[in-house]
Nanobody, 124 residues
Framework: VQLQACGGGLVQAGGSLRLSCAASGRTFSSGGMGWFRQAPGKEREFVAGINWSSQMTYHTDSVKDRFIISRDNTKNTVYLQMNSLKPEDTAVYYC??????????????????WGQGTLVTVSS
């Protein structure tokens, strides 16, 4: 069971990045998925979540109208499109899946599997 996140990098403020997270070893098409991030010296925080069917999504207030979470169950992949990036978005971004629950959660402890993280750095 592995989650492989990629797509991070260095971008100027106002730019865009698209993160991807592919699940292998097991299908997660029926599980809720989420993106979290952790900035240096700060706790891990919820960014966005999506339920198994993509009918329900949630984005935390700080990224609402800038980030969009989506998924492709045929590819066992979840995405995070990040637009209008700000220096405060700088963090390691992690994807996670709830293998036994259809809904996402804003609580990190309720996720079963995590990706290794991908670093996003936004310069001013």
């Amino acid at each position: 069971v592995q989650l492989q996140a990629c797509g991070g990098g260095l971008v100027q403020a106002g730019g865009s990045l698209r993160l991807s997270c592919a699940a292998s070893g097991r299908t997660f098409s029926s599980g809720g998925m989420g993106w979290f991030r952790q900035a240096p010296g700060k706790e891990r925080e919820f960014v966005a979540g999506i339920n198994w069917s993509s009918q329900m999504t949630y984005h935390t207030d700080s990224v609402k109208d800038r980030f969009i979470i989506s998924r492709d169950n045929t590819k066992n992949t979840v995405y995070l499109q990040m637009n209008s990036l700000k220096p405060e978005d700088t963090a390691v971004y992690y994807c996670a899946v709830r293998s036994r629950h259809e809904m996402y959660s804003t609580v990190a402890a309720l996720y079963d599997y995590w990706g290794q993280g991908t670093l996003v750095t936004v310069s001013s």
